[in-house]
C-alpha cells in the first residue's frame, strides 16, 4: 500500500496490488477485489509499449501505466492498520463528472456518519468534494 494523507486518527492509503484489493474485500466484507481486478484487467489489456523497446523490456512502464490508467481504490486505517473506509476515486485523482466516486464502509456500510472528517481531508488531498450524494451508492430516501 502507498501512503495518501494523514486524516486525524486515520490514514489513507492506496491499494496497489489484488492481493491487496483481496485483504480489503476481506476485512471489510465488500466487493472492492472485483472491482480492483476488472480495472487491472482493462489497464493491463490497454497498455502498448513503445515500439523502440527490447522484447524484455516491453514491461517496464506497464505499472506506471496501471496507476495512471486505472481508478484509484484508497482504503482508511486505524492506527492499528484496522480498514475503516474503502474509496474508488478517478484515475490521477482527476475530478471528473464522467466518473463517479464510490466511498463504503464496511458490508457497504455508509461511512460519513462515523468518518465524514476523513472523507473530508480525503477530498481536500485530491482538491475535489466527496459528496455523500455523489459517493455513497447505496443511499436510501
Known amino acids: 500500500m502507498q501512503y495518501v494523507c494523514d486524516a486525524g ?9 489484488i492481493g491487496e484489493a483481496t485483504l480489503e ?3 471489510m466484507d465488500h466487493a472492492v477485489e472485483r472491482f480492483f481486478r476488472d480495472a487491472y484487467d482493462k489497464a493491463t489489456q490497454s497498455y502498448a509499449p513503445p515500439k523502440s523497446l527490447a522484447t524484455v523490456e516491453q514491461k517496464i512502464g506497464l505499472k506506471a501505466h496501471i496507476q495512471r490508467s486505472m481508478p484509484r481504490f484508497i482504503t482508511l486505517r486505524d492506527k492499528d492498520g484496522v480498514a475503516l473506509v474503502t474509496a474508488m476515486l478517478p484515475p490521477d485523482g482527476m475530478d471528473t ?3 463517479r466516486p464510490v466511498i463504503v464502509g464496511k458490508s457497504n456500510a455508509d461511512p ?3 468518518y465524514s472528517d ?19 451508492p447505496y443511499r436510501r430516501g
Open 25 to 27: 474485500s476481506a476485512a
Open 9 to 17: 486518527t486515520a490514514t489513507w492509503f492506496r491499494i496497489e496490488t
Open 118 to 136: 476523513a472523507i473530508q481531508k480525503l477530498g481536500d488531498h485530491f482538491k475535489f468534494t466527496l459528496d455523500p450524494a455523489r459517493c455513497y
Open 97 to 99: 463528472r464522467g466518473f
Open 112 to 114: 460519513y456518519a462515523t
